[in-house]
């Protein structure tokens, strides 16, 4: 009994086989051969699976419905891994006009953050990957109950709206994301070049990372360095970016001009330290653990000279 054939165009054997594999494997029914026949052709440039019920074994009115749900779980499962990278490079060369590979992988990672995981060890990466699959796994399902054919490509560009426009919202998120950390990387680029071309004007600063967003600036006399003082914050300003208190230690920095700074923290990987790190290069040294370290809780330069 014949329940449905599959076509799908332009495919390589390599992928027609790979799709058959997909179908065949999965669920129990559709790899149960006492029940299923499945069989691959290529027809004139179509690959074309069929689908059949072996009689008396398989039953439609018992296990139809079942056979179907599991195919388009199987087809869902195959759009996922195959089809939707080639989707999402589409959408970002005809909506933003990225051509470049370069750019075109860069924007793809950031799709990635939000197209989640198969893996079944992270529950929370996996469900993106599960909501997307049972988007297209229910309208393949409600189709091919009321069809016997289903041509792949005609229904990924013909259906799936509420799939695809879930794609489009990923791509337009990514696209935003790439264009600020360009614009992030360029801004950086700059400061960097004000570091290259200004001369050392002390030999050093402590810069004493308390935990969090709590900072404090010792100049080489070991005196707080004002971040609000406006004669030593202006380099952020004239560049006429938004300030916050971690702008404000970059542009400090950039003015007071320390030959070394020595960032005392137990959070190297805080963002503001990274972003020193990136600005001022070989100047910048981390220290984990010395006499400031062990005074990280202290306020002020008095309370360690105390010690």
Partial sequence: MKLLTVFASKRTELQADLLSRVLTRSGDLLHNENKIHMTLERRQGLSAIEISGRIPAFELKKDGKRVYAETAQALAEYIIGEEEPLLLRKLIRDEYHYKQEQELDQILSYCEQLLGSRSENDPEKRAP????????????????????EL????????????????LHDIVEYAVDEYVMDRQYQEFISLLQYFVYIQEAKIPFVHLIHKGGSEFMLLNDRMEKIDTDDPETVVTVELLEKDMN??????????????????????????????????IFENRVELCGYCRLCQNLDHSTAAEYNKG
């Fill in 129 to 148: 990957f599960l909501r997307r699959k049972a988007l297209i796994a229910s309208e393949i399902a409600d189709y091919i109950q009321e069809q016997t």
């Fill in 151 to 166: 041509h792949l490509d005609g229904f990924i560009r013909f259906r799936l709206q509420a799939y695809k426009q879930e």
């Fill in 245 to 278: 208190f971690e702008d404000m230690i970059v542009s400090t920095l950039i003015t007071v001009s320390p030959q070394k700074i020595y960032i005392h923290t137990r959070e190297p990987e805080t963002q503001v330290i990274k972003t020193i790190s990136q």
